[in-house]
């Protein structure tokens, strides 16, 4: 406990954030310097590294969705110890030992997650054991972030909001940070924390990814740079039914992933567009994931704000397809990548739990209950010495 005492109150820390996403690509691993407390916290990104799973850990992850409860007790020691490799292998590429870092903040990777389901419990489960990350690498660790949310009247997600705020507001604009991961999520960053809007809009790599596994057997893993959908035309009534989906009309606070967007949604697509043209299907699913986001702002974000710029982060950015049908919506309001603000746009995430694990170390609320639904602020994760 002396030596909690003791980061708390240095006047920088070192952390590791860890980061799986929906997608299942790798870990994302940032190395942060971070100053300050609260709202005044700065950070600066030291180092980013993205460690692939091998193609076998993939293939367990994306089928823990309906998975057995043994394999997913076990997967969760398994991507335990592969995530503190993760971290190790980062600090020895940027030559520090895991002495000089005080802390590891670690989501985890989600297995599932209920979030306002008509007769069922909001819960929610991330793997990757945080006991095996400290004890590998003898850094306290910070995990499990989600249930804290929860436990005062939230839906756990969205979580990044907080470190949106901390690392991008601006006097006198409004930003929208929006993260094209598997899921599509947007933070609404006003210059005042109580205003801040954030929520799922619906699906960002997860129905394409899908899609593409299938048609290539699982050999590809996305649409490199969206070259499938760029030659393809978007079938008007297939994505006139897609738009009806009921998860796209509800209003915020809401959260989503597999168990809306996953493996089932993506074989029944497959299934009804058997006859389509691939390029069009590719068409027609990206140009879903661009106009839900921008239907999600005109629902639930225009209403109450001017939005002056949009920052693009996560995989789906690399997407050219999708990023002009973003564009193409939303003129005349810029759309961008999120390095114009020199930060690497696949490192956000990583960076944010960097910054949620400093925040509970400090005591600090870091949820927005605007966003989750929280009945109250509360501080988040479970700390492993």
Not at 3 to 30: F, Q, Y
Not at 94 to 114: A, C, N, R
Not at 260 to 282: H, I, K, S, Y
Not at 320 to 340: D, H, R
Request: aromatic residues 8%; positive net charge; charged residues 20%.
């Amino acid at each position: 406990m002396r030596r909690l005492a003791r980061i708390r109150e240095k006047r920088t820390r070192i952390i590791l954030g860890l980061m799986s996403g929906t997608s299942a690509d790798g870990v994302d691993v940032a190395l942060a310097q971070i100053y300050g407390r609260g709202l005044t916290t700065r950070t600066q990104l030291l180092s980013f590294a993205t460690y692939p799973f091998q193609q076998e850990m993939r293939k367990r992850i994306l089928k823990l969705f309906s998975a057995r409860a043994q394999e997913i007790c076990e997967m969760n020691f398994v991507l335990g110890e592969f995530m503190a490799e993760c971290a190790l292998k980062l600090l020895c590429q940027v030559g520090l030992s895991p002495q000089q870092v005080d802390l590891i903040g670690s989501h985890g990777q989600t297995v599932y997650h209920i979030s306002g389901q008509a007769g069922r419990k909001n819960s929610t489960l991330q793997i990757g054991e945080g006991a095996i990350i400290a004890a590998r690498t003898g850094v306290i660790t910070v995990c499990d972030f989600r249930p804290a949310d929860i436990a005062v009247g939230g839906t756990g997600a969205p979580l990044v909001p907080y470190a949106d705020f901390i690392l991008f507001r601006k006097k006198g604009r409004v930003r929208a940070l929006l993260n094209l991961g598997g899921v599509a999520n947007v933070t609404i960053v006003p210059e005042k924390l109580e205003e801040v809007i954030a929520f799922d809009t619906g699906p960002g790599n997860m129905i394409l990814d899908g899609l593409i596994r299938i048609k290539g057997r699982g050999k590809k893993k996305w649409d490199q740079a969206g070259q499938v959908a760029a030659k393809g035309r978007v079938d008007r009534e297939l994505f006139g039914q897609l738009m009806n989906h009921p998860y796209f009309s509800r209003k915020p606070p809401k959260s989503t992933g597999r168990e809306t967007f996953g493996e089932a949604f993506v074989r029944d697509l497959w299934n009804r567009a058997r006859q389509m043209p691939f390029e069009d299907l590719m068409a027609t699913a990206t140009y879903l994931t661009a106009a839900s986001i921008h239907r999600s702002f005109q629902q639930f974000i225009f209403p109450h704000f001017m939005v002056d710029e949009i920052f693009v982060s996560g995989g789906g950015r690399h997407n050219q397809t999708l990023m002009n049908f973003m564009e193409g919506l939303f003129q005349p309001i810029p759309v961008q990548p999120l390095n114009n603000l020199g930060i690497d746009g696949d490192a956000k995430e990583a960076l944010a739990f960097a910054l949620l694990a400093d925040a509970t170390i400090q005591g600090v609320p870091a949820n927005v209950p605007k966003a989750t639904g929280a009945k109250r602020p509360a501080v988040l994760g479970k700390i492993i010495l």
